[in-house]
């Protein structure tokens, strides 16, 4: 069954530092989305993505943050310069259709520790 | 900001019993899912609801939509230790909002 893969699984960073999280969503899938959820809080959704432009961005997707989808497979989110409250994990996910009508398909995400 | 509530914020069940989590959306939703999420895991995609008391069942899963398509429920009937994770309702409204969640114990 076709899944959405992010890497790295644990990234480690001191704060300042930019750090770049990758993900490559389900290949015939058309809408992307980051998340974030710091531990054992709610998920909250920070950016959808389609046709290579943002379609929609929450007010924690400040100046700090931008995605880009640099090819044909990989979706990336860059935080430029990292806050200790950045610490989270991190969630990418896509979908076939029209964003928020159809299923999400979540990754396994990535852990982000700002020291 | 519209903001999507669950209660409760927890709940211990024994095995067998029943359990239900409500989620209340302070604006009206266009849509609702419900996602599950494992311990230690990602959401995963359980089910949408689009029509105004609208109600699906997922095997021992029962899920509602209010007439205002303001809140919803999700109803399990004799949970099983399977059964263990945090449901969260997600919702679109100005934006797509994830609900605060409710995370189930299940006591064999």
């Known amino acids: 069954e076709p899944e959405v893969t992010q890497t790295p699984s644990h990234q480690v960073t001191q704060m300042g530092q930019e750090v770049i999280l990758r993900c490559v969503p389900i290949s015939n899938h058309l809408y992307f989305y980051w998340y974030r959820q710091i531990l054992g809080q709610k998920v909250e959704f920070l950016v959808s993505?389609?046709?290579?432009?943002?379609?929609?961005k929450s007010e924690i997707f400040d100046d700090q943050f931008s995605v880009e989808r640099p090819d044909g497979s990989n979706f990336t989110l860059k935080i430029r310069s990292t806050k200790l409250e950045d610490s989270a994990m991190y969630f990418c996910?896509?979908?076939?259709?029209?964003?928020?009508?159809?299923?999400?398909?979540f990754g396994p995400g990535t852990r982000l520790t700002v020291t | 900001g519209q903001q999507v509530m669950q209660i409760p914020q927890y709940q211990h069940v024994q095995e067998g019993e029943d359990f239900t989590t409500y989620c209340n959306s302070s604006t009206t939703l266009s849509n609702i899912q419900w996602y599950k999420q494992r311990p230690g895991g990602h959401p995963v995609f359980l089910i949408q609801?689009?029509?105004?008391?609208e109600v699906k069942k997922q095997k021992r899963l029962t899920f509602q939509f209010g007439e205002a398509k303001k809140n919803s429920s999700l109803h399990i009937t004799a949970t099983q230790t399977t059964d263990v994770g945090t449901y969260f309702c997600?919702?679109?409204?100005?934006?797509?909002?994830f609900g605060t969640g409710t995370s189930l114990t299940v006591i064999p």
């Open positions: 993505f389609y046709n290579n432009e943002i379609s929609e």
């Open positions: 609801l689009v029509k105004s008391g």
């Open positions: 996910a896509s979908s076939e259709e029209t964003p928020y009508s159809y299923e999400q398909y």
């Open positions: 997600a919702g679109t409204g100005n934006q797509f909002y």
